[in-house]
């Protein structure tokens, strides 16, 4: 953003310099007029120096960088940079360029705002209309800024970068299809609109800070043909899902058969093993077999005939007191 052409703001202090020289180059203007005409010639003499004194200096404000234009070797190389600085009142002449970060807007307006509808209108791959809000951040580079007054002027938001932004988001929209632009390829539209934007505006001294896209609107049908779409496939990936969940569960469900069969397997191999050590034991100490069945036998019986080989009796207690240690 340019202040010029002129000197620029300055303090109060120049203002009341200024409003003195005018007031005492007109009282010396009207004494001339009347019989004291000698009192006249100073008072003008000394307005037009105090004039000339009050507009020998400018004040470069914050964040802002003044143009010098010599009528005699035109724009000065060095900028002035921010405070205060001294000039030939009549030789030069200073412009001031705002260096700080700057944005531009490029939208369709609200409901209900009255304003010109400025967002950018451009045409994706498959050739449908596509409408784009964009914003933009920049700011003039410091030490560049006599080159700026060269060669676009002071009007340069709107000689060169509101024209560059329209045509680099019309040539990045053209890449991509319009189902792209509202779904997956939002970033990679804004990166490509950043790159051809920056190198541009770097030749003419500007720095490109950023730009963001507030609003991509593609045409209505096609917006219900894509969130058709969309919801579909959404549909088909939930169906997806339920099948794996389904797959996992019956997996689960097999290891845990599997886990079950091998768990009987060896339940039954450890009762057929157990059974058979004990068959070994008893088979090598038959008097076991007699104790226990004694053992079962009503405790009030001590004698017992059994019919094996021949009749004999079995002393119960004898076989329970040569058991015990």
Do not use: W
């Amino acid at each position: 953003m340019c202040l010029g052409p002129g000197l620029g703001p300055g303090p109060y202090a120049f203002f009341m310099l200024n409003l003195a020289a005018l007031a005492l180059l007109l009282l010396g203007l009207g004494v001339l007029l009347t019989p004291r005409r000698r009192l006249g010639l100073p008072l003008v003499v000394g307005g037009v120096l105090l004039f000339l004194l009050a507009n020998s200096f400018v004040v470069v404000p914050a964040g802002h960088v003044g143009v010098v234009f010599n009528i005699l070797r035109g724009v000065q190389e060095r900028p002035l940079y921010e405070g205060i600085h001294f000039v030939i009142p009549g030789l030069q002449q200073v412009i001031l360029y705002d260096t700080r970060v700057k944005e531009v807007t490029l939208s369709a307006p609200h409901e209900g705002e009255r304003r010109a509808d400025t967002s950018i209108r451009a045409r994706s791959k498959e050739g449908l209309e596509i409408g784009v809000d964009v914003t933009v951040q920049y700011r003039v580079l410091k030490d560049r800024a006599p080159r700026l007054h060269q060669e676009v002027g002071p009007a340069y938001l709107e000689t060169l970068i509101v024209p560059q932004v329209r045509s680099k988001v019309r040539d990045a929209v053209g890449q991509f299809n319009a189902a792209e632009l509202i779904s997956t390829q939002r970033t990679a539209l804004e990166t490509s609109v950043v790159q051809g934007l920056e190198e541009t505006l770097r030749q003419y001294h500007i720095e490109l800070i950023s730009v963001l896209l507030r609003e991509i609107r593609i045409p209505e049908a096609v917006a219900k043909v894509i969130e058709e779409k969309q919801t579909a496939e959404q549909q088909v990936q939930i169906e997806i899902n339920r099948r794996k969940q389904a797959e996992i569960a019956a997996e689960r469900r097999v290891i845990e058969a599997r886990g079950e069969r091998d768990a009987a397997i060896l339940r039954a191999e450890g009762e057929a093993k157990a059974i058979a050590l004990r068959g070994q034991a008893l088979k090598n100490a038959p008097e076991v077999v007699q104790l226990t069945f004694a053992e079962k036998l009503a405790p009030g019986v001590q004698t017992i005939f059994v019919p094996s080989t021949g009749n004999f009796l079995l002393d119960l207690r004898g076989l329970q007191g040569g058991a015990k240690p």
